[in-house]
């Protein structure tokens, strides 16, 4: 089992910028792949971001590239999301996942956060 708490939602104006975390514990040394997924009210919950736990690679959905920026901290077993030029509509609550493969869909992650709300303000 992982369990996996996110933190460092906020509101925020538009054109800001919020950074947030996922700390793992648990099982932590079965991690695989660590991803980002958002809920907006109304919509179907999105992939965001997902990176290697082992390895540097990261992939990024289309509405975040050159914005968002995925790292980790693998002493610390912690992902972080840097939100810069934050958007209305990046407002969501923001799930941190783990997963066996790279993917951007729900069903490849195994074990899911309680989710951080984001909002951001125009």
């Known amino acids: 089992q992982v369990q996996l708490v996110e933190s460092g939602g906020g509101l925020v104006q538009a054109g800001g910028s919020l950074r947030l975390s996922c700390a793992a514990s648990?099982?932590?040394?079965?991690?695989?792949?660590m991803g980002w997924f958002r809920q907006a009210p109304g919509k179907e919950r999105e992939f965001v971001a997902a990176i290697r736990w082992t390895g540097r690679t990261t992939i990024y959905a289309d509405s975040v590239k050159g914005r968002f920026t995925n790292s980790k901290d693998n002493a610390k077993n912690t992902m972080y999301l840097e939100m810069n030029s934050l958007k209305p509509e990046d407002t969501a609550v923001y799930y941190c996942a783990e997963g066996a493969v790279m993917a951007g869909e729900e069903s490849q992650y195994r074990y899911w956060g309680q989710g951080t709300q984001v909002t951001v303000s125009s």
């Open positions: 648990g099982r932590t040394f079965s991690l695989n792949v």
